[in-house]
């Protein structure tokens, strides 16, 4: 795999290529941008892998992250990926129990949070004996008391004590095919997993994804909001997996009821919301249209069913199939309504984690967004099949991506295959002989 080989290989190589463009951006305290370019990004990644090397972590271990979407979030992942170790994330409504359960399965002894409810949640664990902890980094500076509490800029200056050379040989040892990202499933059937997720399967699916959609390539086009948890591996697909494919931009939203705004503002090319997100989108933009009466009503109405007619023709013909008719509902209407959105430079409207109806779909298509529908688990890292463009069939999930093999078992059940599949679940054998065959088939447990 070159050079490229690992997540953190791919933003040396950004920095190196594009180091004065800008990587990722998020807001401060007083809703200022903060942003950060390539070669910003790599060297604060550097400083804070070699602070967890001060804190004494090793090769292969585990250190646990937690917290909302920002910067601070993947230059912590980023540090621990370079240096060997593997973040093991939580969601931040974790209870104390659950949270427990992750530090004791993965046998993190540093952890990092962002602010106070997270840490109480930690300090609360280590006293109560739960698990055990040496030391846990803030992102936010909080005063405490406790001495294993280190905020974030203390361990970036903790590194600059830690010659570089030290990071190099750390990085250089990863192999690729060593786990290099924990994603803990939900718990809901049962104890929360660990699925490990190898350095190469997610450099690879990221490649398969940028491949279906390869306008992303182009210098500039690719721009995301990252806002959904990033313990969750759809998040991880775009925050970070397009993003060190592609070289573009990332934008951190750390509060779900700021979105709309964040939207208009940054305006990205590229969109994730689960269908609950698009399903609330469409309830709020039919409310409004419901307010339009005499010809702004009828004017509405005939343009949102012609683009659909319009999108219908080019999923048939398997090609843009433009006409007066569409082009003039484009600028009355379809474009109006994108652009108050925030969706106007979209390339792709992404959707997956739960069906999402065709009703939903065909509704957006009306407004010329095309949601396309992804199908994965993380034990697939996040996807595995994704809807084809130029041919998106509203109601099923595309075709496999490149890489991966896809079988129907004697019973029915979707197996799976490739060198982005989970290599199991960490030190739980039982369950993974139970996910992986003697083969390699991943048994995903859905009927197909």
Known sequence: MGKRHTLVHQLADWAERRPDQPAIHGKDSSGSWKSYTWKEYYHTVRRVG???????AE????????????????????????????????????TPEQVAH???????????????????????????GMAKLTKIVTMDPIASDAEMVISFEQLLELGDGVVDAEFDARLEAIDPDETGLLIYTSGTTGVSKGVQLTNKGLVLIGKALVDRFPEFREPGRYVVISY????HAAEQLFTNLMHLDTGGQCYFCGDLKQIK???????????????????????????????ATGIKAKLASWAMRTELEQFKRSVDAGEEIGSFKRRVANKLVIGKVKAALGLDRLIVAATGAAPISVAT?????????????????????????????KKPRFGTVGTPLDGVEVKI???????????????????????TEELLDDEGWLHTGDLG
């Open 102 to 128: 992750i530090l004791t399965n993965s046998e993190a002894k540093i952890a990092i949070c962002d602010g106070a409810v997270q840490l109480e949640k930690f300090l609360e664990i280590h006293n109560s």
């Open 228 to 231: 959904l948890p990033l313990c």
């Open 409 to 431: 078992g004697d019973d029915g059940e979707i197996l799976l295959k490739g060198e982005t599949m989970t290599r199991g679940y960490l030190r739980m054998p039982e369950e």
């Open 50 to 56: 070699r602070g967890l090397i001060a804190l004494g």
């Open 361 to 389: 779909q065909e509704f957006f298509a009306s407004l010329g967004i095309c949601i396309y529908e992804g199908y994965g688990m993380s034990e697939t890292t996040g996807v595995a099949t994704v809807t084809r463009p």
């Open 59 to 94: 090769h292969a271990e585990c250190v646990a992250i937690v917290g909302d979407n920002r910067t601070e979030w993947v230059l912590s992942q980023f540090g621990m990926m370079g240096v060997g170790c593997v973040p093991a994330p939580i969601y931040p409504t974790n």
């Open 261 to 291: 705004d964040f939207l208009t503002e940054v305006r990205p090319t590229v969109f994730l919301g689960v269908p609950r997100v698009w399903e609330k989108f469409e309830a709020a933009l039919r409310s409004k249209l419901a307010l």
